[in-house]
């Protein structure tokens, strides 16, 4: 295959190395990479692990299944520690030429699987090559030219393994040797921001990949420059950091890009250096351990690199103008932040959206707000994991709406740990970041009514309006907020714990604090799921003609609120903070807005002209067969009061998703099919 410059929007390759075994990881990795767009894979072939019982079947069973999807470069390393001169697999083997002859056996045996063989990896790293044994690298000289030489010999394209770091010594003293006259390509690495950093060594791709094309030009001027292995770790939670990273490399000069990696090193894994030597190691994948999809991967597979560029553009930082102060939104882009944000730009003010873009679509609201009202809103794409970066964001923020969260019940149960890294640790970096200024900040955080559990002792009646509760004063009014709290769920926990650190901060620093504890919100720039938005997500599915799955029997209460009325709370609760601090509410579409799942379906099918198609299903932890808040309290501090009606609201939703999701869809697939 032809090589293309690493800067075009095609995908670049990517690097994953596979455990002996691990048919699952291959598997997963396999449809992932296809998903998202990718043909060429670059992967280890073990001459050391080759000698393992099993290994050949391994690799029977692996190749020819990579083979079938991407374009393969096996990277041929490790001498087996009982042919090396040390005992290990970094050192020389004893007969130089072993390699050669076992590369030789492999293109034999998986030949056909291969455009290109590398030979060796990081030929500068002790662990790969114990040069203290060869410091002037003869030994790996003589063996690397020996196997380029039958690669060429049998049809395929050698590669030099790229040094790590960014050796120009070693490069040039490969070309005193020969060696860059035998190869058809030489490999680079770079980690700049993980491994390599621009205050030492780091002089960016171009100035690297110059030097090296100088070089090559002194002694083997067809030679191709290929970045081998390229990546950056999230460790610190900084996805749209590994985006760019990712988007520099393909804009470097060179004739091929291989992105390492696809999926996290799993925290069971030793990686070389030891067993969380160090954390950045488990964290350098465009999927996490458990193949749930980071920024990149998912951007990749929503539209490639193009797509990539287009948010990186969207978030891109923009000039903080001296003097003023805006208001900022914590996830910002999602739907009731991109519906504050509007409102509040509508007014004249400034605002700045805090987001880490992780949630699918959120981009598409952020540019709706940027045509929309131009250079008065800024952007950070900030994860509130991100506490310093967090802190610099908010520095000469005059009030924050604080909604950034993981909004899922059934995502906490699956993953506590990060819910509560969010939830609880996010909201304290965002209070510890607001009181780091040394300033009154406002702050107003979204709750949730899962602060007060499961509602299970509250005797109920089944009605044709669903269950509601037997007490006919509670019927009327709601819960109000001296129920008390009874965390269950991880998610109800992570929040709970939050609900309190912001009151707390308010009590014990003078932040001016408020929390309100949310019901049901729903409304235009949502983007409704099975776990999360479910009056969005009903909408969705039946505009789809697609089935429903109701957990539950359908008559569990809830009290909606239109978007517009929640921004309007936002709104009063930082008009009235002075008065508001140091307490919670309840907030949500109280006992005139309480309504049936069922009934919500019922409706939903009079607007859509058919019945969307049910299946039941068993309720789901932590789930309420009744919630309906009591709003006074905050009516009475504020003059609040919700204005839309929930059939009237349920109606906006119906029409603002057929004329911007639905219809958008359609269009495009329409597009698709015409190309």
Known sequence: MKD???????????????RMGDRAHAEAAIEGMAEAGIRRLRTQLSWAEYHVEGAPEWYDWLLPRLGARFDVLPCIHYTPPSLSRTGAASGAPRRLRDYADFVDAMLTRHGEHFEAVELWNEPNNLLDWDWRADPDHALFAEMVGDAAHWVRARGFRPVLGGPNPFDPAFLDLMGARGILDLVHAVGIH??????????????????????????????????????????????????IGQVRRFLEACDAPADRLYWYAWRDVCAHVPVQEGHWFDARHYHMGAVDAENR?????????????????????????????????????????????????????????DVLLLDSLA????????????????????????????????????????????????????????HPGDDLDTNARGTLNVLEALRATGREIPVVFASTNKVYGDLADIALDRTPQGWLPADPALRARGIAEDRPLAFHTP????????????????????????????????????????????????????????????????????DILHVSDAVGAYRAALENIAAL?????????????????????????????????????????????YFVADTRAFETATGWRAGTGWREGLADLHDWLARHRIGTARDTHQRKELA
Request: net charge positive.
């Open 293 to 349: 999809p980071k920024l990149l991967a998912r951007l990749l597979a929503e539209g490639g690199v193009a797509r990539l560029r287009q948010v990186a553009d969207l978030a891109a930082p923009a000039v903080r103008p001296v003097g003023r102060r805006p208001v900022a939104i914590t996830g910002g882009c999602g739907f009731v932040g991109t519906n504050l944000a509007d409102s509040l730009l509508g007014d004249g003010e």
């Open 4 to 18: 293309t410059g690493a800067g075009r929007d095609a995908p670049p390759g990517f690097v994953e190395w596979f």
């Open 581 to 625: 601090s140091g307490r919670a509410f309840n907030l949500g579409g109280g006992p005139p807005n309480a309504v049936s799942l069922d009934a919500v379906l019922d409706a939903i099918g009079g607007l859509t002209g058919t019945a969307p198609e049910v299946r039941r299903a068993a309720m789901r932890p932590g789930d309420q067969r």
């Open 359 to 414: 949630r699918p679509g959120v981009d598409r609201n952020l540019d709706w707000l940027k045509r929309r009202h131009g250079a008065r809103l800024r952007m950070d794409c900030v994860d509130i994991r991100q506490p310093r970066a967090l802190a610099a964001s908010l520095a000469e923020a005059r009030a924050v709406v604080h909604l950034a969260a993981q909004t899922a019940v059934t995502t906490s149960l699956r």
């Open 491 to 558: 998610y109800g926990c992570s929040k709970g714990a939050a609900d309190q650190y912001v009151l707390d901060h308010a009590h014990s620093y003078g932040l001016p604090a408020t929390v309100l504890r949310m019901s049901c919100v729903y409304g235009p720039h949502q983007f409704g799921t099975e776990d999360q938005g479910w009056v969005a997500h009903f909408l969705l599915r039946a505009l789809r003609g697609e089935g429903i799955t109701l957990f539950g029997d359908g008559a569990q209460v809830r």
């Open 190 to 239: 770079g980690f700049p921001g993980t491994w390599d950093s621009e205050a030492g060594s780091w002089q960016g791709w171009r100035a690297h990949l110059a030097e090296a094309r100088a070089i090559l030009d002194r002694h083997a001027p067809g030679t191709a420059l290929w970045i081998t292995e390229a990546g950056y770790s999230t460790w610190a939670d900084d996805q």
